[in-house]
């Protein structure tokens, strides 16, 4: 039997706003009972960074690095240090592409059985590290996509970052596996297709660059 469609109806949106104002209220507490309090600054103000939870710029960034980072601030700081840098040194992911995108997926997984066992968590999850890859290829490649960075395509950027992180957020939201395969099908594959798409021409891309390099090396010696 189908299930029940109006789960499908629930906004990704309203369910972040609905998560933020339980960091938020998280947040305050942890404030009040004084765990955030790291002493005082130069001038003599008070300081209440030590543990925070969500940062307020996390709508408004367009960068995917700082989006993983700015949300569940403790657990990301958890995962990374226990997860992401235990599969391998932060030397050999800076210089391994295919190892770092490996530990982000291992990691978002971690993140996935965290949440629960629904089959929707780790569709999720795979995408948010699609997500993370994307933005590690467009880096790596800013060559091409250096237009994009000009402040007045902000708004743009801005859309599309939201578009590619709402995707799997819906999918996270409905928790079905029906809904969430029927969501895929619904919107043609289309985000996950395309952000595949851009991590394997991005792989393809750098590995021409290094042979060029390589050979360009030789021919010098």
């Not at 395509?153 to 957020?169: D, E, F, K, M, S």
Request: glycine share 4%.
């Amino acid at each position: 039997r189908r299930p029940p469609r109006s789960t499908q109806s629930r906004s990704s949106a309203a369910s972040d706003v609905y998560k933020r104002q339980a960091w938020k209220f998280g947040q305050a507490n942890i404030t009040l009972a004084g765990l955030a309090y790291e002493g005082n600054d130069e001038n003599g103000n008070p300081k209440w960074e030590r543990m925070v939870t969500v940062r307020t710029r996390w709508e408004l960034t367009t960068l995917m690095q700082e989006r993983a980072v700015f949300w569940n601030m403790s657990v990301q700081t958890w995962l990374r240090q226990n997860v992401y840098l235990r599969i391998a040194s932060a030397e050999q992911l800076r210089k391994s592409p295919a190892l770092s995108g490996l530990a982000s997926l291992i990691t978002f997984l971690q993140s996935a059985m965290w949440h629960g066992t629904y089959p929707a968590y780790y569709f999720a999850f795979v995408q948010f590290a699609l997500c993370v890859e994307v933005a590690r290829v467009a880096h790596r490649n800013r060559a091409l996509f250096g237009i994009f960075t000009h402040k007045y395509l902000y708004p743009l950027r801005l859309l599309v970052v939201q578009t590619i992180i709402a995707y799997p957020g819906i999918q996270f939201s409905l928790l079905s596996t029906y809904q969430v395969l029927d969501f895929l099908h619904t919107t043609r594959y289309s985000v996950p297709i395309f952000m595949i798409a851009v991590v394997i021409l991005g792989h393809m891309r750098s590995s021409r660059s290094k042979r060029k390099d390589i050979s360009v090396e030789s021919k010098k010696e």
